[in-house]
């Protein structure tokens, strides 16, 4: 006599299924909460805080010192191009600059690692904006209280004149230099804290976070400037850069407390950047298992790129590296072991020679158009909320669903490609569009930095070793950068030079930007297939 299992009816199946879902959507919400509640995640929280008032504070400090380098008074304004020609030399200086920079944060790195690097820094522009501030206020009221029709009149204006322009081109410089330097800085804590899976759903939101400050800050300079003026911007950037190092600092804090301070990989004893730390348990799995940890070595990430190599597996590697010599004479060998970031470093160079041009086509109608400074300022302010806005609803809402739909290194594609189309319709409307259709290719550029770009590096660095994210990361943004920005800035120089009063000069500018952006075509597509063999 067989015996027929037993069958759930309908209601009794209905309520075995309810309750099973019940219980996964439980250990789901509670495996959510064990993740917020982490001290790694709420380390990466206080660091992106730190990061939105460093962007904020930058968007205040760049609105004022670009409009006093083309102002009338203490800047370059009564100069040929309306302080534009003196623009291209100050930029072309900012990569011997970031040579120098680059040696200085090396050792700063050395002597006291990463937490000292970045409070060193930032407190170090801190300084530098607000005696600057100090000091160009000291020169204004000077050129106030000087009388008119004298000579020695005439000789004092000079004089302070020179002394000004002299110090807003070295704040020029520096202020470019340092934003990298400082933004690589906080993004490569929060890429060693987090594994590849945990970047691909909090790299984007981050991000956005520091377009949040950055909106909010260059949204309130055209109020701003008209209550504590250009130089009272340098002051308030100042104090917000102090902020940032505080946050930091607490970031830091909690990383050591938790045992996942970054350092170096130790090839002795395989002691991994960003380890596990005794205090981070909700990292270790569903449950809290130490027996199953989350680990990237033994999944393949998403977002396209391969998994972060375990720690032993690059230790033979990274000693040679780190005891090769200098800074340079490192990052020679790095880009030798890892041919990634050498291409990157081609794409990053073409990336910035255009950036560098269709900024200056910008900045020349926008100075040809609004001559006042204040308003100059004010409107630029405003200009860069709408680009820092754009790129905090991409960062928000259409790159976490591009990365889930979509593998992450075809944004390299996407971008040079997005931009053939602006440069192509900028050159060909330029003579009818005014200020629009010179600031269209230049917002839609920017926007992808700020969004695309740096979703796209994070996912690429986080599967990299300690030598790629600190050393790389550096060398990429300071040299490659720079250095794109600083041929581009000669190449200007001379233009302006030759071909400074023709009237067809637009024509030229525009089709050299148009040129540059298949150039930056072609070695995307050389990055995208580094990657994608990888």
Same mark, same amino acid.
């Given at each position: 006599?067989?015996?027929?299992?037993?069958?759930?009816?309908?209601?009794?199946?209905?309520?075995?299924?309810?309750?099973?879902?019940?219980?996964?959507?439980?250990?789901?919400?509670?495996?959510?909460?064990?993740?917020?509640?982490?001290?790694?995640?709420?380390?990466?929280?206080?660091?992106?805080?730190?990061?939105?008032?460093?962007?904020?504070?930058?968007?205040?400090?760049?609105?004022?010192?670009?409009?006093?380098?083309?102002?009338?008074?203490?800047?370059?304004?009564?100069?040929?191009?309306?302080?534009?020609?003196?623009?291209?030399?100050?930029? #072309?200086?900012?990569?011997?600059?970031? +040579?120098?920079? $680059?040696?200085?944060? =090396?050792? %700063? @790195?050395?002597? /006291?690692?990463? *937490?000292?690097?970045?409070?060193?820094?930032?407190?170090?522009?801190?300084?530098?904006?607000?005696?600057?501030?100090?000091?160009?206020?000291?020169?204004?009221?000077?050129?106030?209280?000087?009388?008119?029709?004298?000579?020695?009149?005439?000789?004092?204006?000079?004089?302070?004149?020179?002394?000004?322009?002299?110090?807003?081109?070295?704040?020029?410089?520096?202020?470019?230099?340092?934003?990298?330097?400082?933004?690589?800085?906080?993004?490569?804590?929060?890429?060693?804290?987090?594994?590849?899976?945990? #970047?691909?759903?909090?790299?984007?939101? +981050?991000?956005? $976070?520091?377009?949040? =400050?950055? %909106? @909010?800050?260059? /949204?309130?300079? *055209?109020?701003?400037?008209?209550?504590?003026?250009?130089?009272?911007?340098?002051?308030?950037?100042?104090?917000?850069?102090?902020?940032?190092?505080?946050?930091?600092?607490?970031?830091?804090?909690?990383?050591?407390?938790?045992?996942?301070?970054?350092?170096?990989?130790?090839?002795?004893?395989?002691?991994?950047?960003?380890?596990?730390?005794?205090?981070?348990?909700?990292?270790?799995?569903?449950?809290?298992?130490?027996?199953?940890?989350?680990?990237?070595?033994?999944?393949?990430?998403?977002?396209?790129?391969?998994?972060?190599?375990?720690?032993?597996?690059?230790?033979?590697?990274?000693?040679?590296?780190?005891?090769?010599?200098?800074?340079?004479?490192?990052?020679?060998?790095?880009?030798?072991?890892?041919?990634?970031?050498?291409?990157?470093?081609?794409?990053?160079?073409?990336?910035?020679?255009?950036?560098?041009?269709?900024?200056?086509?910008?900045?020349?109608?926008?100075?040809?158009?609004?001559?006042?400074?204040?308003?100059?300022?004010?409107?630029?302010?405003?200009?860069?909320?709408?680009?820092?806005?754009?790129?905090?609803?991409?960062?928000?809402?259409?790159?976490?669903?591009?990365?889930?739909?979509?593998?992450?290194?075809?944004?390299?594609?996407?971008?040079?490609?997005?931009?053939?189309?602006?440069?192509?319709?900028?050159?060909?409307?330029?003579?009818?569009?005014?200020?629009?259709?010179?600031?269209?290719?230049?917002?839609?550029?920017?926007?992808?930095?700020?969004?695309?770009?740096?979703?796209?590096?994070?996912?690429?660095?986080?599967?990299?070793?300690?030598?790629?994210?600190?050393?790389?990361?550096?060398?990429?943004?300071?040299?490659?950068?720079?250095?794109?920005?600083?041929?581009?800035?000669?190449?200007?120089?001379?233009?302006?030079?030759?071909?400074?009063?023709?009237?067809?000069?637009?024509?030229?500018?525009?089709?050299?930007?148009?040129?540059?952006?298949?150039?930056?075509?072609?070695?995307?597509?050389?990055?995208?297939?580094?990657?994608?063999?990888?």
């Amino acid at each position: 006599m067989s015996v027929s299992p037993i069958k759930p009816s309908g209601t009794n199946q209905n309520t075995i299924i309810n309750v099973i879902n019940s219980d996964n959507y439980n250990n789901d919400h509670r495996g959510r909460l064990l993740l917020f509640s982490s001290p790694r995640y709420r380390s990466v929280l206080w660091m992106s805080l730190s990061l939105a008032i460093h962007l904020g504070g930058y968007e205040l400090s760049r609105a004022a010192v670009v409009a006093l380098f083309t102002s009338d008074g203490l800047g370059f304004g009564h100069g040929g191009g309306g302080g534009l020609s003196a623009l291209p030399m100050a930029v #072309g200086c900012v990569s011997p600059f970031s +040579i120098g920079l $680059l040696w200085f944060y =090396g050792n %700063t @790195l050395d002597r /006291g690692g990463p *937490s000292y690097a970045l409070r060193t820094h930032t407190l170090l522009c801190a300084g530098c904006m607000i005696v600057s501030g100090w000091t160009l206020r000291f020169f204004d009221d000077r050129l106030l209280r000087v009388p008119d029709d004298d000579d020695f009149s005439a000789r004092a204006v000079t004089d302070v004149t020179s002394w000004s322009r002299a110090l807003l081109f070295l704040l020029f410089v520096f202020q470019n230099a340092y934003v990298q330097l400082l933004y690589n800085q906080h993004w490569a804590f929060i890429s060693s804290v987090l594994t590849p899976e945990d #970047g691909t759903r909090a790299f984007s939101p +981050i991000a956005g $976070l520091g377009s949040i =400050g950055s %909106t @909010l800050a260059a /949204g309130l300079v *055209s109020e701003l400037v008209g209550r504590l003026g250009l130089i009272g911007l340098l002051h308030l950037a100042g104090a917000s850069f102090v902020v940032s190092a505080c946050l930091a600092d607490v970031a830091f804090g909690m990383a050591k407390r938790g045992g996942f301070e970054p350092k170096k990989e130790d090839a002795a004893d395989g002691k991994k950047y960003g380890g596990m730390g005794p205090g981070d348990a909700s990292m270790r799995g569903n449950n809290g298992n130490v027996s199953t940890p989350t680990s990237p070595i033994s999944t393949k990430s998403k977002g396209g790129y391969p998994p972060r190599i375990a720690s032993k597996t690059h230790a033979p590697w990274c000693v040679p590296c780190r005891e090769k010599g200098n800074i340079f004479q490192q990052a020679r060998v790095l880009f030798r072991r890892v041919p990634v970031l050498g291409a990157l470093f081609l794409e990053v160079v073409f990336s910035q020679c255009l950036s560098s041009l269709v900024n200056f086509i910008y900045l020349y109608k926008l100075k040809s158009t609004i001559t006042d400074d204040d308003m100059r300022a004010g409107w630029s302010g405003t200009y860069y909320a709408w680009i820092n806005g754009v790129s905090g609803i991409l960062q928000f809402f259409i790159i976490p669903v591009l990365l889930r739909h979509c593998e992450a290194h075809r944004i390299w594609l996407f971008m040079p490609t997005l931009m053939l189309f602006c440069t192509s319709y900028t050159f060909m409307t330029f003579r009818t569009s005014g200020l629009f259709g010179a600031s269209a290719s230049f917002f839609a550029i920017k926007t992808m930095e700020y969004s695309l770009r740096g979703a796209a590096n994070e996912m690429l660095y986080v599967n990299l070793d300690y030598e790629s994210r600190y050393l790389g990361k550096k060398v990429i943004s300071l040299i490659a950068g720079k250095f794109g920005k600083s041929v581009m800035a000669v190449a200007l120089s001379l233009f302006m030079v030759v071909y400074g009063d023709e009237d067809d000069k637009m024509w030229y500018l525009m089709a050299t930007s148009t040129v540059f952006t298949f150039l930056w075509l072609f070695t995307s597509m050389s990055l995208h297939s580094l990657i994608e063999a990888s």
